[in-house]
C-alpha cells in the first residue's frame, strides 16, 4: 500500500477505534445529575403510561379498576399509584394480550425461561431490539472491553435472550463474536485457542464445570489462554463462586443482570468496581418492595425488585414484580456513574425452600459450601422425606478419597457451619468429583421430593 494511503488507513482507523469506543460509553447519560435524570425518567414515565392507556386493555381495565389516569401522573412518586404487573399476568395474557404496537411492528420474539406450561411472550420492535443491544454495548464497554476483543457466547442460543442480547451488544462495539453456545467444553477449548477469545459469557455452574475441565487437561488458562473477562449471569451466585471462577479461569468476573421481561442482559452490569450492578435508570424505573405487604422498603434494605420499563415500544411493563431479591447502595459508586447499583441478587422469591418452618434460601447454603476448601464446583440440594435436607456436593479434584475419618470429620464440619447459615442442620453427602449433572443452561439446585 502506498505510503500516503497506509497513514490515511491508519489516521481512519485510529478516529473509528475512538468512535467505537467512545459511542457507547456515553459518558452524558451515564455519569448524568440525578434531578437531569429523574426529569427524563418522568417524562419517560409519563409516555410509557399514555401510551399503555391507548393500546392495552389489559393496563387500560387494571386503569380503571385503581381509578388512575394518564395525567394523574406528575411526579415520579406517583409511579406507586400504578398498577403491578405479574408473570402471571403475562402468560394470562399470551400470546399477544400485551402488544402496544400492531403485529406488523415486531420484529423479534422471545420467550422466557422456567416453569411448565405456556411460556412468557416476549416482542420487541425495531428500536427495542436496538436499545437492548445498546445497554449491553455500554454494560461491556463500561468494564474496559473495545473492539479489539474477541468474544466467545456460551449462553444459549434460541429463545432465550441470554445469547442473542449480548450477541448484538458485542457486534455493536465491534468486537468479533464466536456465538458458540454453551457445553462442548472440548470445541470451546479449540476456539478460545485458535481465536484468541478475549472475554466470554456463561452461566456460574457453566463456568465453575468449565474451570474444572481446564484443570483435567491441565491447561493454565493465565498461560495458555488469552482471556481477560468473563460476564457471568442467568441464576444467582455468590461471592465465594465468583473468586472460585476467576482462580480456575484465570480471569476477572463481572456479574450481569437481566431478564427477559426487561429486554435479557444489559439490564444491570457491574462496572471496573467489581461492587454492584448499575442499573440503567434511562431505561428502567427501580423500586425494592416487600414481597408480602408491597410496600416500599426502607433505603438499602432488602426486598422484590419492581421494575418499569421506560423505552420498550413492543411490549412496556409497569411495576413488574421481577421476584428477584436484592437491595440499592445507597451509596455514590466511585467509578462517577450516577446509575444506582444492586446488591448480588441472593435468589428470587419464589426460590425460597421452607423446611421445618424456616426461610431458606439455596444461596446461603452455597456460600457456605464454595468458601469451605476441599469442596468442589457442584452441589445439589435435595428434600425428601418429611422435611429432611440432604445436601449432596463433590469433593475437589484432590479430594480425600479412602480417608475415612477426614471426610467423616469434614461432613460434620460441614454440617454445622450449614446449622449456623440456615438454622438446620442438613445430611452433608460427598460425592466424587464430576458426578453430579452439569447442566448448561440454568442449574437445578433443588429437588424436592418431599412427602408433606
Ligand atoms: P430469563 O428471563 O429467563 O432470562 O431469566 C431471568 C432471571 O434470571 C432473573 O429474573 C433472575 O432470577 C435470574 N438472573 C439473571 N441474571 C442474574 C444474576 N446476575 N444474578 C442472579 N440472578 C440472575
Ligand atoms: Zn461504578
Given at each position: 500500500?502506498?505510503?500516503?494511503?497506509?497513514?490515511?488507513?491508519?489516521?481512519?482507523?485510529?478516529?473509528?477505534?475512538?468512535?467505537?469506543?467512545?459511542?457507547?460509553?456515553?459518558q452524558?447519560?451515564e455519569t448524568?445529575?440525578?434531578?437531569?435524570?429523574?426529569?427524563?425518567?418522568?417524562?419517560?414515565?409519563?409516555?410509557?403510561?399514555?401510551?399503555?392507556?391507548?393500546?392495552?386493555?389489559?393496563?387500560?381495565?387494571?386503569?380503571?379498576?385503581?381509578?388512575?389516569?394518564?395525567?394523574?401522573?406528575?411526579?415520579?412518586?406517583?409511579?406507586?399509584?400504578?398498577?403491578?404487573?405479574?408473570?402471571?399476568?403475562?402468560?394470562?395474557?399470551?400470546?399477544?394480550?400485551?402488544?402496544?404496537?400492531?403485529?406488523?411492528?415486531?420484529?423479534?420474539?422471545?420467550?422466557?425461561?422456567?416453569?411448565?406450561?405456556?411460556?412468557?411472550?416476549?416482542?420487541?420492535?425495531?428500536?427495542?431490539?436496538?436499545?437492548?443491544?445498546?445497554?449491553?454495548?455500554?454494560?461491556?464497554?463500561m468494564t474496559g472491553?473495545?473492539?479489539?476483543?474477541?468474544?466467545?457466547?456460551?449462553?444459549?442460543?434460541?429463545?432465550?435472550?441470554?445469547?442473542?442480547?449480548?450477541?448484538?451488544?458485542?457486534?455493536?462495539?465491534?468486537?468479533?463474536?464466536?456465538?458458540?453456545?454453551?457445553?462442548?467444553?472440548?470445541?470451546?477449548?479449540?476456539?478460545?485457542?485458535?481465536?484468541?477469545?478475549?472475554?466470554?459469557?456463561?452461566?456460574?455452574?457453566?463456568?465453575?464445570?468449565?474451570?474444572?475441565?481446564?484443570?483435567?487437561?491441565?491447561?493454565?488458562?493465565?498461560?495458555?489462554?488469552?482471556?481477560?473477562?468473563?460476564?457471568?449471569?442467568?441464576?444467582?451466585?455468590?461471592?465465594?463462586?465468583?473468586?472460585?471462577?476467576?482462580?480456575?479461569?484465570?480471569?476477572?468476573?463481572y456479574?450481569?443482570?437481566?431478564?427477559?421481561?426487561?429486554?435479557?442482559?444489559?439490564?444491570?452490569?457491574e462496572c471496573g468496581q467489581k461492587h454492584g450492578l448499575h442499573?440503567?435508570?434511562?431505561?428502567?424505573?427501580?423500586?425494592?418492595?416487600?414481597?408480602?405487604?408491597?410496600?416500599?422498603?426502607?433505603?438499602?434494605?432488602?426486598?422484590?425488585?419492581?421494575?418499569?420499563?421506560?423505552?420498550?415500544?413492543?411490549?412496556?411493563?409497569?411495576?413488574?414484580?421481577?421476584?428477584?431479591?436484592?437491595?440499592?447502595i445507597t451509596t455514590p459508586c466511585p467509578c462517577g456513574r450516577t446509575h444506582r447499583r444492586?446488591?448480588?441478587?441472593?435468589?428470587?422469591?419464589?426460590?425460597?425452600?421452607?423446611?421445618?418452618?424456616?426461610?431458606?434460601?439455596?444461596?446461603?447454603?452455597?456460600?457456605?459450601?464454595?468458601?469451605?476448601?476441599?469442596?468442589?464446583?457442584?452441589?445439589?440440594?435435595?428434600?425428601?422425606?418429611?422435611?429432611?435436607?440432604?445436601?449432596?456436593?463433590?469433593?475437589?479434584?484432590?479430594?480425600?478419597?479412602?480417608?475415612?475419618?477426614?471426610?467423616?470429620?469434614?461432613?460434620?464440619?460441614?454440617?454445622?457451619?450449614?446449622?449456623?447459615?440456615?438454622?438446620?442442620?442438613?445430611?452433608?453427602?460427598?460425592?466424587?468429583?464430576?458426578?453430579?449433572?452439569?447442566?448448561?443452561?440454568?442449574?437445578?439446585?433443588?429437588?424436592?421430593?418431599?412427602?408433606?
Amino acid at each position: 500500500m502506498p505510503r500516503a494511503f497506509a497513514g490515511a488507513a491508519r489516521f481512519l482507523r485510529s478516529v473509528h477505534d475512538d468512535r467505537q469506543t467512545t459511542m457507547f460509553r456515553d459518558q452524558a447519560i451515564e455519569t448524568i445529575r440525578r434531578s437531569e435524570l429523574e426529569r427524563l425518567q418522568l417524562k419517560r414515565l409519563q409516555d410509557t403510561v399514555r401510551c399503555v392507556a391507548e393500546r392495552v386493555p389489559f393496563y387500560q381495565q387494571k386503569f380503571a379498576e385503581l381509578g388512575v389516569k394518564p395525567e394523574d401522573i406528575r411526579s415520579l412518586a406517583d409511579l406507586r399509584r400504578l398498577p403491578f404487573t405479574s408473570s402471571a399476568d403475562l402468560r394470562a395474557n399470551y400470546p399477544t394480550g400485551l402488544l402496544a404496537v400492531p403485529y406488523d411492528d415486531t420484529l423479534r420474539l422471545h420467550t422466557s425461561s422456567g416453569t411448565t406450561g405456556k411460556p412468557k411472550a416476549l416482542f420487541f420492535s425495531r428500536q427495542d431490539v436496538d436499545n437492548a443491544a445498546e445497554l449491553c454495548a455500554r454494560s461491556f464497554v463500561m468494564t474496559g472491553v473495545t473492539k479489539k476483543d474477541v468474544f466467545q457466547n456460551m449462553m444459549t442460543y434460541g429463545m432465550f435472550t441470554g445469547a442473542l442480547v449480548t450477541h448484538y451488544g458485542a457486534e455493536k462495539v465491534g468486537c468479533l463474536v464466536i456465538p458458540a453456545g454453551p457445553g462442548n467444553s472440548e470445541r470451546q477449548l479449540m476456539l478460545m485457542q485458535d481465536f484468541r477469545t478475549t472475554f466470554i459469557h456463561l452461566t456460574p455452574s457453566y463456568a465453575l464445570y468449565l474451570a474444572t475441565f481446564l484443570e483435567k487437561h491441565g491447561v493454565d488458562p493465565r498461560r495458555d489462554l488469552a482471556l481477560r473477562k468473563a460476564f457471568v449471569g442467568a441464576e444467582p451466585y455468590t461471592e465465594e463462586t465468583r473468586r472460585k471462577i476467576e482462580q480456575g479461569l484465570g480471569l476477572d468476573v463481572y456479574n450481569s443482570y437481566g431478564l427477559s421481561e426487561m429486554n435479557g442482559p444489559g439490564v444491570a452490569f457491574e462496572c471496573g468496581q467489581k461492587h454492584g450492578l448499575h442499573l440503567w435508570e434511562d431505561h428502567f424505573l427501580i423500586e425494592i418492595i416487600d414481597p408480602q405487604t408491597c410496600e416500599p422498603v426502607r433505603d438499602g434494605e432488602a426486598g422484590e425488585l419492581v421494575m418499569t420499563t421506560l423505552c420498550r415500544e413492543a411490549m412496556p411493563l409497569l411495576r413488574y414484580r421481577t421476584r428477584d431479591i436484592t437491595s440499592i447502595i445507597t451509596t455514590p459508586c466511585p467509578c462517577g456513574r450516577t446509575h444506582r447499583r444492586l446488591n448480588r441478587i441472593t435468589g428470587r422469591s419464589d426460590d425460597m425452600l421452607i423446611v421445618r418452618g424456616v426461610n431458606i434460601y439455596p444461596q446461603q447454603i452455597e456460600r457456605v459450601l464454595m468458601a469451605q476448601s476441599g469442596v468442589g464446583r457442584n452441589y445439589l440440594i435435595a428434600l425428601e422425606g418429611l422435611d429432611e435436607m440432604t445436601v449432596k456436593v463433590e469433593l475437589a479434584e484432590a479430594g480425600f478419597e479412602g480417608q475415612v475419618e477426614q471426610l467423616m470429620k469434614l461432613q460434620n464440619h460441614l454440617a454445622e457451619k450449614l446449622r449456623a447459615e440456615i438454622l438446620v442442620k442438613p445430611q452433608v453427602q460427598f460425592l466424587p468429583p464430576g458426578s453430579l449433572p452439569v447442566s448448561e443452561g440454568k442449574a437445578k439446585r433443588v429437588i424436592d421430593n418431599r412427602k408433606l
